[in-house]
């Protein structure tokens, strides 16, 4: 029986390395080498284009010939050779070589005559679950499947399902840890959470929450995924309903300074966009005024992806080419203020538009839109009691109130409404009624 390979890393800064070859192969090597600090050599009489690109941009030293004795004890020993020439009498004198000067030495030709090998790797993502880690599989003799484990790991360690976030000491300073792994000031991610569905929150979104110490987040959004969180994860809940406002954006955006400034990754977790009125705007001032790092990751807005649950385009050939997007928080103004600004046969969607409704008709209708203009009032889109009544703006007050709408809910003013009697609700995996 053959004895396991010994895994090993290796530090090669300023470290003599050499690559005999000038093919794709080589030019992979050496790329990996070179970043990860080595003296590279190559020796090979040509280079194949990603070679020579690689030349142009990093510093490597390339003798342009073939391969000859002493080339890896010469000037000095290397520590280590990769030999990916092609020519199998011209690796097999490379090993031997290697081997009779006590110099690793990785065959891209014959894994099973080399003396080292190289496992498939991937290194993690900056600011994500997976950074700080290096994932290097090997597999014997198939490549194929230590790459295929190498990048079902990071997938998953990127998506939070293999919660193995980083434990780091707190401290804002730059530290460095032994192994020269920095230890990273805190920062916070403005991250756009989707309308409610768990699985509509975006890939970076969901990394970020996954490597997260702190959560700070609100009514709406995914808040099904906190449950996922580690235990030692700090949520704080500055959840908003209506007519009652614990917590003040003041409060909030001092929370997430307060966080940050102890070295902790603070992720505030949104319903929808940041950025759709969602005062995340605001939020990223804050953090950079403070000099807090501070980044935002886009979301699905409530305000297209609830009436699309409903079977609602919000824009549609023959209907309409554009929409416009309104609080309704303050006042009938606002609205009036963005439909007029718009074209005639926009569709009207409000945000925050039920406690407001039957004021905000009124002013539509006195500004002249038609009685019979169809409206939509969803209710929890994409949750599991998503609710849509269809009415119009003249019956849309009685209409709410009969069905006791209430919020969250998107309003939808515009013929494209009509466009859901043909397609009903279309929101994937969410059981719908109404
Ligand atoms: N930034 C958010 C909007 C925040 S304002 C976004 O981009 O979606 C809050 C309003 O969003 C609510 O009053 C409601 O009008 C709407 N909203 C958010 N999620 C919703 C949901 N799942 N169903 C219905 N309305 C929703």
Not at 301 to 326: D, E, L, N
Request: charged share 20%.
């Amino acid at each position: 029986m053959t004895a396991p390979a010994y895994p090993l890393t290796l530090d090669l800064t300023g470290r003599r390395v050499v690559v005999v070859g000038g093919g794709p192969v080589a030019a992979r090597r050496a790329r990996g080498l070179v970043e990860a600090g080595g003296a590279v050599e190559v020796i090979a009489p040509f280079v194949c284009e990603d070679l020579r690109d690689l030349l142009e941009r990093v510093e490597i030293t390339w003798h342009e010939r073939e391969f000859v004795t002493g080339d890896l004890v010469l000037p000095e020993p290397a520590w280590l050779v990769h030999t990916a020439t092609g020519d199998r009498s011209v690796d097999t004198q490379v090993s031997r070589e290697a081997e009779a000067a006590r110099v690793w030495c990785v065959r891209a030709d014959d894994a099973s005559t080399s003396s080292a090998w190289t496992p498939a790797v991937a290194r993690g993502t900056h600011g994500t679950a997976s950074e700080g880690l290096t994932v290097a599989v090997t597999a014997g003799a198939d490549p194929r499947r230590a790459v295929a484990v190498r990048d079902a790991v990071l997938a998953a360690l990127d998506s939070g399902s293999l919660p193995v976030r980083r434990v780091r000491p707190a401290t804002g300073g730059g530290d460095v840890l032994p192994g020269g792994d920095a230890v990273q000031a805190g920062r916070v991610a403005l991250v756009g959470g989707g309308p409610g569905a768990e699985d509509l929150i975006t890939v970076r979104g969901r990394a970020l929450l996954a490597a997260a110490d702190v959560v700070v987040t609100d009514r709406l959004g995914p808040r099904g995924l906190l449950a996922a969180l580690g235990q030692d994860v700090e949520v704080v809940d500055v959840g908003k309903t209506p007519g009652n406002h614990p917590v003040t954006q003041g409060r909030i955006n001092e929370l997430l300074v307060h966080h940050a400034s102890l070295g902790k990754r603070v992720v505030r977790l949104k319903g929808g966009d940041p950025f759709v009125l969602g005062r995340g705007g605001e939020e990223a001032l804050h953090c950079i005024e403070h000099g807090i790092p501070v980044e935002v990751v886009p979301g699905v807005t409530s305000a297209v992806s609830v009436p699309a649950a409903a079977g609602i385009p919000v824009t549609h050939r023959g209907i309409t080419a554009s929409f416009v997007v309104a609080s309704a928080h303050d006042g009938a103004d606002q609205v009036l203020r963005a439909a007029s600004d718009a074209a005639p046969d926009a569709t009207l969607v409000l945000l925050m538009g039920v406690t407001r409704l039957a004021s905000t008709a009124r002013a539509l209708l006195d500004a002249g839109r038609r009685p019979d203009t169809p409206v939509a009032l969803i209710e929890r889109g994409w949750l599991p009691d998503q609710r849509t009544t269809v009415t119009t703006l003249e019956h849309a007050a009685a209409d709410a109130e009969r069905a006791g709408v209430k919020a969250p809910a998107v309003v939808v003013v515009g013929d494209v409404v009509s466009v859901r009697q043909q397609v009903g609700d279309l929101a994937g995996g969410v059981p719908s009624r109404g």
